[in-house]
């Protein structure tokens, strides 16, 4: 993406399902009006090259192919179809762990697909992952383990304060949603976390925002509640959020190591 000072004061939305809004230009007009800076993150390969082709019109919009943990039962022999789609894109999601289900051999089949999506990524080196953890944040920061060369980020975080600890010193980032800036415990994940490491999503159509299926401009309500935290204003707050961002991006990750918190 182009680099500008209109950019880095931009918004983020780290968690979008870009392919899931009918009105697909409609939503990009928007994403570019508001520049928000945009992880289209997709549920199966087979649905990926929609959203491919939306983000070759603008910078805004940074495609992610993926096989959400939830599809596993159903779409799992998508897996090997992910592979050359790799080449195509930097970014990486929905993936990870789902454990609503207690279907043991169901659980083993999803630890078994993101064990392989990580190990692949591993080998590029800069792959750029939005992971799920739905009360599985222990087994998805095992299976990342302490050396993966590229970026994660949890999405919707909602483990134990010592899941995120581990997930602290995984590296990962971690991306907040309206959601979780209006429940306690996200609140109180969100105060724990350093500063450094918080991204913003919004998760639509999944989360509602403003009674409609939010929309990356809905982050601003999430900035909003952010700054409130953080006790700076929201300028600031955007601001930091940003530099986050093009710290994720920072390409030359191998000899840019993140510090452990
Ligand atoms: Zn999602």
Redesign the pocket.
Known sequence: MRKSDSDSDGLVDA?F?FDLFKDSAEVLAEIASRRVRTIA?TNAPSVFHHTLKFSRTSPYLLPAVGLHPELVATHGRELDSMWPLLDQTRFVG?VGLDYVTSDRENRAAQRGVFSSIVERCATYGDKVLSV?SRRSAADVIAVIGGNYPGRVIL?WFSGSRRDLDRGLEAGCFFSVGPAMVKSSNGLSLLSAMPRDRVLTET?GP?VQSGGRPARPGDVASVVEAIAQVWNVSQDETKSTISRNFESLLATDLRSRPLATA
């Open positions: 968690h399902h993150v929905e799920h999405h998760d999944f």
